[in-house]
Every structure is written in C-alpha cells, then in structure tokens.
C-alpha cells in the first residue's frame, strides 16, 4: 500500500485564495506567503489562507509555470492511489472514440491539468504509453500514477520523460522505457490512414507532435491537390508526408538538423511515397528563404510551423519578437491566390496578437489576404477551463491576395 504524508500546510496570500477556490490549477509562487519553509517536492500539501482556512490541496513541485498544481478543493478528497485512478480512468473515457478509431492509433490520453493534473501528460502510441513528467514533484508520485495507469489499461509497455528543469528540458539520466514489452525501433502508428514511424527511447522527441493531427489533415485533404508544398522547420516531414498523400505535384522540405533528411526520408517510404518527386533540404530556413528569393521560386503552399525559440550559428528566433519577419519572407515566395500555414506553439501570446502579426506582415509588403481556417488544440489534447493560457496552439491557414 502506497502512503502518503498528506499534513503539510501552505499559506497562501488572502488576495489569491478566491481564484484558487474558484478552480484556477496552478500554484503560482506569487501566491505563497512564505517562501523560506516550502516543503518537499512531491509533497501534498493543504492550501490554507491566512485565517487557517482550507482552500485546496495540491503537490508541491517547481517547474517552469509555477511551484505545483492544484488537484482538489475537496477537503475530504484524499490524494491517493483511489484519486490518480480516477482520474486516469476519467481521462479514458473522455477519449473512447479514440480508442476504437482504427484509422489513428496516437494520441493524447492525459494533458496535464485539462484532466485534473498538472505538469503530467500521457501519450498513446498504439499499445505503448508515453508518461511525460514535467516536474522532481510529480515523479516523486511516479509510483501512484504508473499503478493507476496499470490499473486502468491493457497495455504493451509503458515508456516515460523527464522534463525537468526550468525550460522543460529533456533529462536522460535514466531509461525512458518502464515496464511491459520494449517497444519495436520504430512502432508504426497511423494517423488517418497514414503510417508514423515513432521511436519512444531515442532522446526528447518520438518523431511526431501530436496537436497537429487536424491541420495535417486538412492540408491533406483540402490544400495539397496539384501544388507544391514548401514546408519549413519541417523537423520529420509529417506535413510534407500529408501533402504529399493529398495529391501534391511536389514538396519540399526544410529543416536545419540533419537528422531531418533520414527522418524524413524514412516517413516518406513507410507510407510507400516516390522520394525521388520530393526535395528534403537541410539548412536554415532564412538561408534557403534568400535562396528562394533569388531563383524567384514560388510555391502554392508554404507550411510555417517554427518552435518557439531556437538558436542556430547565425539567427537567433523568437516567435513572439520575429514572426512578422518570417511571415514576411512567406509571403515574398508564395504564388498569388496561394496559402500559407502559420503555425505557432508559443505560450507567449494568443490567437489575437497572432493575426496581428498576419496583419501586420501582408500589410507592410501591401498584399491583402484572407483568412481561410483557423486550429487551436484538438480534443485530446484538453484544455483546464480555468487555465486557457495552456491552449497554447494557434495555427492559421492565409490566403495570399493581390
Ligand atoms: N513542423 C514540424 C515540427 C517542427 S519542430 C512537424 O510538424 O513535425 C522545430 C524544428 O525546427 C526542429 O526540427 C528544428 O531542427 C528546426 N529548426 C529550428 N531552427 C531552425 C532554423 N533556423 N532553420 C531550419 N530549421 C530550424
């Protein structure tokens, strides 16, 4: 049996006490009266205002957001193995259509404080759980959350990461693979009929981001038919891999980690693509923009989907201060009447400031647009009510006019 020290006691500021009441998820440091007594990481804590009143109860664990995340305002909820169950099995039932879709077989099955627990998401990956710990906190409950999710499903075998530290940084000081069967290198998933090769023990990322599964889906299905595709920061191909199953003449991938054109080129034969009609590029996406520039090259559809920050020899990136300046550069090689995908998981501004910059770019080099679709996060990947900043996805879908 599984204990818990469920007696530690945090003071939490008056003026705070209400929006914790009121269900908001994360414990935020300014919200803690005294900094100098925090408990352990990992440890559950009862949120008391500054009259010893109850407010909450919570695990203490410092990542990137904040000092921990709420999981009760149930007094008489006890934070046992009974509760990670719950919701666990809660979070299940919330996907069964998933489970019985057997054109995609990889998805989110836990996101976090969307189901009821922050700085913990689980992915599926075809029989495979992927557990992401985000915190020292919430691995310190590693044991009742894997006896929970092996309580609840039939599984292959379980694989975690760690992403610890302060920018959510992969951690590889220990096997990613847990317990069951290890996973074949690499397991094919599908995704609406098209296949994925995943790796779940090869470094931070397993070869495909989850959240993009509706916007793959409609480049494919609406955008790709007789165009060519420039798809940038292309990381594996995944948008290449749709488009070009959707009908188009030719893409063009680009990304500046070389690992891009094996990745890419191996995503491309398992869904039995003509590599030869497609272009896989390893370098700088503002490199190959003046490139492009310069040979007057002009695609139909140009993808966008930076990480929010990245640093490579010459350019530093920010979504948030250069994103008119990519944007810019999109617009100079895409064809009249063509589309440009923006893409964006930057937690640093929402939908608004984001068509402000789409404004801002087609404004300044004097072409109108028109906005076709617009994606946030999908289903499975839930979102908290009361934390919509965690809804960080934005992605939309422009129409270049004259
Ligand atoms: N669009 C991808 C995910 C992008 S992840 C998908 O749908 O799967 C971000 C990628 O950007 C990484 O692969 C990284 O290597 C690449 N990258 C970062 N800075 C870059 C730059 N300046 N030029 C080209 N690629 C870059």
Redesign the pocket.
């Known amino acids: 049996m599984l204990i818990m020290n469920d007696n530690a006691n945090l003071i939490i500021k008056t003026k705070y006490a209400q929006e914790y009441k009121d269900g908001y998820p994360l414990l935020t440091r300014e919200s803690i009266l005294d900094l100098q007594s925090t408990p352990n990481e990992g440890t559950i804590v009862n949120l008391i205002d500054e009259k010893k009143q109850f407010i909450a109860k919570a695990y203490y664990g410092i990542q990137n957001r904040g000092y921990g995340w709420i999981l009760t305002t149930k007094k008489s909820e006890s934070i046992d193995l009974t509760f990670f169950t719950t919701k666990i099995k809660e979070a299940l039932k919330y996907r069964e259509n998933f489970f019985t879709n057997k054109e995609t077989t990889a998805f989110r099955v836990f996101n976090g404080e969307g189901d009821g627990i922050g700085g913990l998401s689980i992915d599926y990956f075809d029989g495979y759980y992927m557990i992401t710990w985000y915190s020292v906190g919430i691995y310190e409950l590693k044991n009742y959350i894997l006896e929970a999710l092996k309580n609840s499903v039939e599984y292959k075998g379980i694989y975690q990461k760690k992403r610890f530290d302060a920018k959510g940084k992969y951690l590889d000081d220990e096997a990613d693979f847990i317990c069951g069967e290890e996973a074949p290198k690499p397991i094919l998933v599908k995704e609406n009929g098209v296949n994925f090769a995943i790796y779940l023990d090869d470094g931070a990322m397993v070869g495909?981001?989850l959240d993009?599964r509706c916007v793959r889906q409609t480049l494919r299905d609406k955008y790709s038919k007789d165009k060519t595709i420039l798809n940038?920061?292309?990381?594996?191909g995944?948008?290449s891999v749709f488009a070009s199953l959707g009908g188009a003449k030719k893409t063009t991938s680009?990304?500046?980690?070389k690992r891009?054109l094996p990745k890419t080129t191996e995503q491309f034969k398992i869904n039995s693509i003509n590599i030869d009609e497609q272009e896989i590029v390893v370098?700088?996406?503002?490199n190959y923009f003046k490139y492009a520039v310069r040979n007057k090259f002009l695609f139909d559809v140009v993808v966008l989907?930076?990480?929010s920050f990245?640093r490579?020899k010459k350019?530093t990136?920010s979504a948030s201060k250069d994103y008119v300046k990519l944007l810019k550069e999109a617009i100079q090689i895409t064809n009249e009447n063509g589309v440009i995908v923006a893409s964006t998981n930057s937690a640093n501004f929402g939908m608004m400031t984001f068509r402000g910059f789409i404004t801002q770019a087609f404004k300044e080099l004097k072409f109108k647009f028109k906005i076709e679709e617009r994606f946030s996060l999908p289903k499975d990947f839930r979102v908290n009510s009361n934390f919509e900043e965690a809804n960080y996805l934005k992605v939309i879908f422009i129409r270049k006019l004259k």
Do not use: K, R
């Not at 940038?232 to 594996?236: A, E, I």
């Not at 680009?254 to 980690?257: E, G, I, P």
């Not at 370098?283 to 503002?286: A, E, G, L």
């Open positions: 495909v981001f993009q940038t920061f292309s990381y594996t995944a948008f680009v990304d500046l980690a891009s370098d700088d996406v503002f989907d930076p990480p990245a490579s350019i990136f």
